[in-house]
């Protein structure tokens, strides 16, 4: 059987690919020897019967745990009784802005919340616009709307999927107040041209960095660029501890701001059960705990070696996959220094594979043994926004035509991204990127073999 070529010229694919009906042959063979481990692009794909890639449970775990190396200091914390905010969770947001290169970090209950206290004190509020890319998750939207503000969006590029900041500036008006930076799938945004455009226009920026754990632009660490950074450390992130999240800035009246709403109001570093002080600000209660700050600066520790195999693999499996007629792997900007992964993506041209629809498509890889989804819905079209427009708060705060769904949806409107969506995203999700060099060889043959065998693929989508 041909072995599996590492750089396929667009050439040599299609001289594989003629190869297609004689690899169907040769799979019946090669399945008998139980030593097939190592499946071929030439074998018969698994949806018409052919072997799987993998079981299910060869793809690396998530989270990791190491109980030897991970518990110490999160047994310490459940046997002294302070589970409550105190010394670790300090520990944590010291370590975390370190990472950065912050000078700040405020931990927080979870992501979303992160981007509410952080809108919520950048003195956004009703009847401010904040521009935001819809292809994202609903938390970077439905922060805005919790603060009464009115998300805008932003249509995307597709080539990198992130907000594209040519459609920017034709979204600005005089309550325009923020561009959200939303780093999604963890590859940066292009942020010297959102810097650019947020002098220009003096907006504020938030960085949803909820994905881009240890990304960086330039050399500095997203979430550090512009006025506010927001992290997530929910179970899926590649910095894990079940629920949590963290603000990171610069600004110190801000981050002292941010304290302080995140903890009923009383000033900054009132240690919690401090009842009897004055309450500066209104605020609300959203801290993180001990045992959160323990589990993650377990998980911290191998953060940093993660994202380094995390970017090896993603532009391994790029090179792989680039030339397949019909796959089109993510683009980073030329300033990006390196990427946290997240996610995978890539977007799927039906044209390339006779037609096969993205669904038929990621069936098959399923059965490969290649978990993958086609990631988010529109998140511009959604009834969330109906919904909100139609609140009483809404109904005080904004003029009635601002709150017609109609005109929003209208004025809203995002062809790459409902093409994105709807039709060619691909995603395989970070633990995938943990695995070996040979486990990108097998995700990029799983393709190919869908490739080669779309004919067969096809009618048997039709029964
Ligand atoms: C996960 C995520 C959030 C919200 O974080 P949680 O910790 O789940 O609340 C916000 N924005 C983006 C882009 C995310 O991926």
């Known amino acids: ?7 396929v010229s667009r050439r040599a694919f299609i001289r594989q690919n003629s190869m297609a009906g004689l690899g169907v042959a040769l799979a019946s063979t090669s399945i008998a020897s139980p030593l097939a481990v190592h499946i071929k692009s030439a074998q018969k794909p698994a949806i018409l019967g052919g072997p799987s890639a993998w079981a299910a449970d060869k793809w690396p775990v998530w989270p990791m745990w190491n109980p030897e190396t991970d518990e110490k200091q999160v047994l310490e914390v459940l046997r002294s009784g302070i589970w409550s905010r105190a010394h670790v969770v300090t520990q944590f947001e010291k370590e975390w802005a370190a990472a950065l290169g912050a000078k700040r970090c405020l931990s ?18 009703a009847g401010d616009e904040v521009l935001v890319p819809p292809y994202t998750f609903i938390a970077s939207v439905s922060s805005i709307l919790s603060n009464g503000a009115m998300p805008v969006f932003v249509d995307i590029d597709p080539e990198t999927f992130q907000i594209d900041p040519a459609k920017i500036e034709a979204k600005i008006t005089p309550r325009t107040k923020a561009i959200m930076a939303v780093h999604i799938l963890g590859l940066p945004v292009d942020m010297d041209r959102i810097m650019t455009i947020a002098e220009k226009h003096k907006l504020l920026v938030i960085e949803d960095a909820c994905q881009a754990h240890l990304a960086e632009y330039n050399k500095q660490k997203v979430g550090t660029i512009g006025d506010a950074g927001c992290f997530s450390f929910q179970n899926s992130k590649n910095l894990p501890i079940g629920e949590g999240g963290a603000i990171v800035s610069n600004n110190d009246a801000f981050m002292d701001r941010c304290f302080s709403y995140h903890n009923f109001g009383y000033a900054y570093g009132t240690t919690v059960g401090s009842v009897s002080t004055g309450c500066l600000i209104q605020g609300t209660k959203l801290r993180f705990t001990e045992y959160q700050a323990a589990i993650g600066l377990a998980q911290m520790k191998r953060l940093d070696s993660q994202t380094t195999v995390r970017n090896e693999n993603a532009a391994y499996l790029k090179s792989l996959i ?13 300033n990006v220094t390196r990427g946290a992964f997240h996610l995978f993506p890539f977007r799927y041209k039906k044209e390339g594979f006779k037609d096969l629809s993205r669904e038929d498509f990621l069936k098959a890889m399923k059965a490969e043994g290649v978990p993958c989804s086609s990631g988010y819905a529109t998140l511009n079209t959604q009834p969330y926004l109906k919904d909100t427009f139609e609140s009483k708060n809404y109904r005080k705060m904004y003029p009635k035509e601002m709150l017609d769904i109609n005109k929003y949806n209208e004025q809203n409107k995002c062809p790459q991204n409902d093409k994105m969506c709807n039709e060619e995203a691909v995603w395989f999700t970070q633990n995938m990127l943990l695995g070996s060099k040979a486990d990108m060889k097998d995700i990029a043959s799983a393709i190919e073999k869908i490739h080669n065998n779309v004919d067969q693929i096809k009618t048997l989508s039709k029964k």
């Open 322 to 334: 680039k030339d397949i007629p019909g796959i089109v792997p993510y683009k980073l900007y030329d």
């Open 1 to 7: 059987m041909k072995p599996f070529q590492e750089k």
């Open 108 to 125: 927080t209950v979870n992501g979303t919340n992160a981007l509410v206290i952080a809108i919520n004190q950048l003195g956004i509020q």
